[in-house]
Protein backbone atom coordinates (compact mmCIF):
# COMPACT_ATOMS: atom_id res chain seq x y z
CA UNK A 1 0.00 0.00 0.00
CA UNK A 2 1.19 3.31 -0.63
CA UNK A 3 0.14 4.80 2.61
CA UNK A 4 -1.71 7.59 3.17
CA UNK A 5 -1.61 10.10 0.59
CA UNK A 6 -2.47 14.05 0.66
CA UNK A 7 -2.78 16.94 -2.03
CA UNK A 8 -1.66 19.13 -2.42
CA UNK A 9 2.09 18.64 -0.83
CA UNK A 10 2.29 22.97 -0.53
CA UNK A 11 -0.45 25.64 -1.24
CA UNK A 12 -0.11 28.92 -1.27
CA UNK A 13 -2.87 31.01 -1.47
CA UNK A 14 -4.35 34.58 -0.51
CA UNK A 15 -6.20 35.42 2.51
CA UNK A 16 -10.31 35.61 1.67
CA UNK A 17 -9.47 32.76 -0.99
CA UNK A 18 -11.36 29.37 -0.69
CA UNK A 19 -8.61 26.11 0.23
CA UNK A 20 -8.75 22.62 0.01
CA UNK A 21 -6.71 19.98 0.88
CA UNK A 22 -7.47 16.43 0.12
CA UNK A 23 -6.85 12.62 1.37
CA UNK A 24 -6.68 9.16 0.25
CA UNK A 25 -6.71 7.10 2.96
CA UNK A 26 -5.12 3.50 3.61
CA UNK A 27 -7.88 1.05 1.96
CA UNK A 28 -9.44 -0.84 4.36
CA UNK A 29 -8.88 1.59 7.42
CA UNK A 30 -12.20 2.33 9.06
CA UNK A 31 -10.88 5.88 10.84
CA UNK A 32 -9.83 9.05 9.27
CA UNK A 33 -8.01 11.74 11.32
CA UNK A 34 -7.34 15.56 10.03
CA UNK A 35 -4.76 17.04 12.68
CA UNK A 36 -3.08 20.92 12.40
CA UNK A 37 0.57 21.61 13.57
CA UNK A 38 1.43 24.77 14.38
CA UNK A 39 4.66 25.92 16.44
CA UNK A 40 2.50 28.02 19.06
CA UNK A 41 -0.29 24.98 19.35
CA UNK A 42 1.70 22.09 18.20
CA UNK A 43 0.03 18.85 16.69
CA UNK A 44 -4.44 19.10 17.48
CA UNK A 45 -6.93 16.99 16.01
CA UNK A 46 -9.42 18.91 14.50
CA UNK A 47 -12.17 16.37 13.68
CA UNK A 48 -12.19 12.40 12.79
CA UNK A 49 -14.68 10.47 10.97
CA UNK A 50 -15.36 6.46 11.79
CA UNK A 51 -16.58 4.83 8.08
CA UNK A 52 -17.09 7.69 6.47
CA UNK A 53 -19.30 9.54 9.21
CA UNK A 54 -18.17 12.39 11.38
CA UNK A 55 -17.48 11.65 14.99
CA UNK A 56 -16.08 13.99 16.64
CA UNK A 57 -15.73 17.79 14.90
CA UNK A 58 -15.29 19.75 18.78
CA UNK A 59 -11.34 20.45 17.26
CA UNK A 60 -12.16 22.35 14.21
CA UNK A 61 -11.77 26.09 15.10
CA UNK A 62 -14.43 28.00 13.42
CA UNK A 63 -17.12 27.30 11.11
CA UNK A 64 -14.49 28.69 7.93
CA UNK A 65 -13.53 25.01 8.26
CA UNK A 66 -15.58 22.12 7.10
CA UNK A 67 -14.52 18.29 6.29
CA UNK A 68 -16.00 15.89 4.40
CA UNK A 69 -15.88 11.94 3.62
CA UNK A 70 -17.55 11.21 1.18
CA UNK A 71 -16.09 7.74 0.61
CA UNK A 72 -14.19 5.07 2.21
CA UNK A 73 -11.14 6.40 0.19
CA UNK A 74 -11.45 10.41 -0.09
CA UNK A 75 -12.04 13.07 2.73
CA UNK A 76 -11.38 16.56 2.40
CA UNK A 77 -10.86 19.58 4.29
CA UNK A 78 -12.22 23.20 3.29
CA UNK A 79 -11.13 26.62 4.43
CA UNK A 80 -13.51 29.24 3.27
CA UNK A 81 -12.30 32.28 3.56
CA UNK A 82 -8.68 31.70 4.47
CA UNK A 83 -6.85 33.93 6.59
CA UNK A 84 -3.49 34.20 7.21
CA UNK A 85 -3.78 32.24 10.63
CA UNK A 86 -4.50 29.43 8.96
CA UNK A 87 -1.04 28.87 7.76
CA UNK A 88 0.06 25.30 9.21
CA UNK A 89 0.98 21.92 8.45
CA UNK A 90 -2.14 19.75 8.14
CA UNK A 91 -2.11 16.29 8.18
CA UNK A 92 -4.38 13.62 7.53
CA UNK A 93 -4.06 9.88 9.39
CA UNK A 94 -5.98 6.62 8.70
CA UNK A 95 -6.39 3.78 11.50
CA UNK A 96 -7.62 -0.04 10.72
CA UNK A 97 -9.67 0.69 13.93
CA UNK A 98 -10.09 3.06 16.61
CA UNK A 99 -6.92 4.12 18.03
CA UNK A 100 -7.71 3.12 21.80
CA UNK A 101 -5.36 -0.24 20.96
CA UNK A 102 -3.48 0.32 17.36
CA UNK A 103 -1.88 3.45 15.98
CA UNK A 104 -2.59 5.94 13.29
CA UNK A 105 -0.97 6.08 10.14
CA UNK A 106 0.43 9.56 8.59
CA UNK A 107 0.55 11.53 5.19
CA UNK A 108 3.05 13.76 4.26
CA UNK A 109 1.28 16.70 5.52
CA UNK A 110 0.34 19.71 3.00
CA UNK A 111 1.91 23.05 4.37
CA UNK A 112 0.04 25.66 3.61
CA UNK A 113 0.68 29.30 3.44
CA UNK A 114 -2.00 32.47 3.14
CA UNK A 115 -0.68 35.18 2.33
CA UNK B 1 -9.55 13.86 30.36
CA UNK B 2 -6.15 12.72 28.66
CA UNK B 3 -3.11 14.54 28.31
CA UNK B 4 0.54 13.72 28.28
CA UNK B 5 3.52 16.24 29.19
CA UNK B 6 6.86 15.85 27.73
CA UNK B 7 9.13 17.33 29.91
CA UNK B 8 11.77 18.84 27.95
CA UNK B 9 11.44 20.78 24.98
CA UNK B 10 14.78 20.42 23.55
CA UNK B 11 17.45 17.65 24.41
CA UNK B 12 20.95 17.70 23.16
CA UNK B 13 23.63 14.39 23.48
CA UNK B 14 26.66 13.58 22.03
CA UNK B 15 26.85 11.07 19.49
CA UNK B 16 27.26 7.56 20.83
CA UNK B 17 25.77 8.60 24.18
CA UNK B 18 22.96 7.23 25.55
CA UNK B 19 19.30 9.60 24.72
CA UNK B 20 16.58 9.73 27.54
CA UNK B 21 13.57 11.64 26.21
CA UNK B 22 10.91 11.93 29.57
CA UNK B 23 7.04 11.55 28.96
CA UNK B 24 4.40 11.25 31.62
CA UNK B 25 0.97 10.96 30.98
CA UNK B 26 -2.99 11.53 32.92
CA UNK B 27 -5.75 9.54 32.37
CA UNK B 28 -8.54 8.12 33.90
CA UNK B 29 -8.71 4.71 32.37
CA UNK B 30 -6.30 2.54 30.84
CA UNK B 31 -4.39 4.14 28.29
CA UNK B 32 -2.33 3.26 24.89
CA UNK B 33 0.64 4.98 24.79
CA UNK B 34 2.83 5.97 21.34
CA UNK B 35 5.68 6.94 20.83
CA UNK B 36 6.17 9.19 17.02
CA UNK B 37 9.27 10.69 15.21
CA UNK B 38 9.17 13.92 12.95
CA UNK B 39 12.33 14.18 10.88
CA UNK B 40 12.57 17.92 9.36
CA UNK B 41 9.93 18.43 6.56
CA UNK B 42 8.20 14.62 6.94
CA UNK B 43 5.46 12.92 8.03
CA UNK B 44 5.09 11.21 11.52
CA UNK B 45 6.57 7.39 11.72
CA UNK B 46 5.79 5.44 14.76
CA UNK B 47 8.64 3.87 16.93
CA UNK B 48 6.69 2.20 19.35
CA UNK B 49 3.29 1.56 21.25
CA UNK B 50 1.99 0.39 24.22
CA UNK B 51 -1.28 -0.93 24.63
CA UNK B 52 -1.46 -3.16 27.47
CA UNK B 53 1.12 -6.04 26.66
CA UNK B 54 4.81 -6.08 27.95
CA UNK B 55 5.21 -2.82 29.54
CA UNK B 56 8.72 -2.58 28.54
CA UNK B 57 8.21 -2.20 24.35
CA UNK B 58 10.85 -2.46 21.93
CA UNK B 59 10.88 0.01 18.96
CA UNK B 60 12.74 0.67 15.51
CA UNK B 61 15.97 1.70 15.23
CA UNK B 62 16.91 1.00 18.51
CA UNK B 63 14.50 2.67 20.62
CA UNK B 64 12.66 1.30 24.07
CA UNK B 65 10.28 2.74 26.31
CA UNK B 66 8.74 1.12 29.56
CA UNK B 67 5.10 1.83 30.99
CA UNK B 68 5.42 2.38 34.38
CA UNK B 69 1.68 3.20 36.19
CA UNK B 70 2.81 3.85 38.94
CA UNK B 71 4.65 6.80 37.98
CA UNK B 72 1.98 7.57 34.76
CA UNK B 73 5.25 7.50 32.73
CA UNK B 74 6.37 6.37 29.49
CA UNK B 75 9.97 7.30 28.87
CA UNK B 76 11.87 6.78 25.58
CA UNK B 77 15.54 5.41 25.70
CA UNK B 78 17.94 4.61 23.37
CA UNK B 79 21.29 3.31 24.72
CA UNK B 80 24.06 5.01 21.97
CA UNK B 81 22.42 8.19 20.22
CA UNK B 82 23.22 7.95 16.66
CA UNK B 83 23.03 11.31 13.89
CA UNK B 84 20.81 10.34 12.25
CA UNK B 85 18.50 10.41 15.23
CA UNK B 86 18.27 14.09 15.10
CA UNK B 87 14.57 14.79 15.02
CA UNK B 88 11.10 15.65 17.25
CA UNK B 89 10.07 12.81 19.30
CA UNK B 90 5.79 12.75 20.32
CA UNK B 91 4.81 11.19 23.62
CA UNK B 92 0.82 10.16 21.87
CA UNK B 93 -1.78 9.15 24.53
CA UNK B 94 -5.26 7.51 23.43
CA UNK B 95 -7.92 5.79 25.58
CA UNK B 96 -9.23 2.63 25.56
CA UNK B 97 -12.95 2.78 25.84
CA UNK B 98 -12.31 6.63 25.31
CA UNK B 99 -11.97 9.26 22.71
CA UNK B 100 -10.81 7.54 19.94
CA UNK B 101 -7.89 9.76 18.63
CA UNK B 102 -4.70 10.22 19.44
CA UNK B 103 -3.79 13.14 21.82
CA UNK B 104 -0.13 14.54 21.22
CA UNK B 105 2.46 15.96 23.79
CA UNK B 106 4.41 18.90 22.64
CA UNK B 107 7.32 17.05 21.56
CA UNK B 108 11.12 17.13 22.36
CA UNK B 109 13.61 18.43 20.41
CA UNK B 110 16.46 16.22 19.90
CA UNK B 111 20.07 17.23 18.53
CA UNK B 112 23.01 14.73 18.29
CA UNK B 113 26.40 16.50 18.31
CA UNK B 114 29.26 15.10 16.73
Known amino acids: DAGVIQSPRHEVTEMGQEVTLRCKPI?????LFWYRQTMMRGLELLIY????????DSGMPEDRFSAKMPNASFSTLKIQPSEPRDSAVYFC?????????????FGQGTRLTVV | AQSVTQLDSHVSVSEGTPVLLRCNYS??????LFWYVQHPNKGLQLLLK??????LVKGINGFEAEFKKSETSFHLTKPSAHMSDAAEYFC????????????FGSGTRLQVQP
Open chain 2, 27 to 32: SSYSPS
Open chain 2, 92 to 103: VVSLRGGRRALT
Open chain 2, 50 to 55: YTSAAT
Open chain 1, 27 to 31: SGHDY
Open chain 1, 49 to 56: FNNNVPID
Open chain 1, 93 to 105: ASSPRDTSNTEAF
